[in-house]
């Protein structure tokens, strides 16, 4: 059985959306591209970048075609330790890599803690359209197992990532286990419904809404 090909595109900067290029990765080249301790730069907006994205043109959202890994940012409230440990131990395939600004005081990271990137595998390349599930899916399920929300700047389908780049408190882990993709794949079906479930209960608001304003409107025309 063929390896499993990851499609991503990496921008030489970040702040270049143009300046793009697809590139095809098996799940260990993948490792090699973002856990590369590259030299730090003098201005972050320089570095180089990543999204799961492949896009139609510019990094826009529009633009977004499919995505083929999630990605969790972990800015506050869970260490390095925890969730590698929670991962190791439950088997789960993923690959960690820490942040630009992790364990270094910041304005941004006052209390200088723990920031990095959590990586999962997709079983299959995601359209856009379906993505705001796999994200609902991927926060539910930090939610669930850690009791804590992750940065819900992630939902952009446009979202670039900066690499890895060798800073005073660099780490990287790739942690083998079970490719989680079919359960990604019915946490986000389940977000779907969820979803769909609350647009009808909406419609359903509205409509008798409407109902009882056009009963009372008739109401008043009767009365004059």
Known sequence: MSE??????????????DNQKVLKYTWS???RF?????????????QVAWSPSLFVGRRKNENSTELSLLV???????????????????KIQSLMYSS?????????????????RVVLPLSKP????????????????????????????????????????ATEHYQTCSIPGDHWGDYWDA??????????????????IAKERREKFEAHKEHMEKQH
Do not use: C, M
């Open 4 to 17: 499993r090909i990851y499609n991503i595109t990496g921008f030489k900067h970040v702040k270049q959306p």
């Open 29 to 31: 080249q993948l490792e």
């Open 100 to 116: 630009f600004s992790h364990r270094i005081k910041t304005k941004q990271n006052p209390k200088a803690e723990d920031r990095f």
């Open 126 to 165: 995601i359209p856009r359209r379906f993505w705001q599930y796999y994200h609902k899916a991927l926060v539910q399920w930090f939610k669930d197992s850690f009791d804590v929300t992750i940065d819900s700047s992630t939902s952009d389908p446009a979202r670039a990532y900066f690499a890895g780049y």
């Open 187 to 204: 946490l986000s079906h389940r977000q779907y419904k969820k979803t769909q479930e609350e647009i009808e209960k909406k419609r359903q």
């Open 34 to 46: 973002l856990f590369y301790p590259r030299s730090p730069l003098t201005q972050k907006n320089d």
């Open 72 to 90: 969790a940012d972990i800015d506050h409230a869970l260490t390095w330790a925890t969730v590698k440990d929670f991962l190791e131990r439950n």
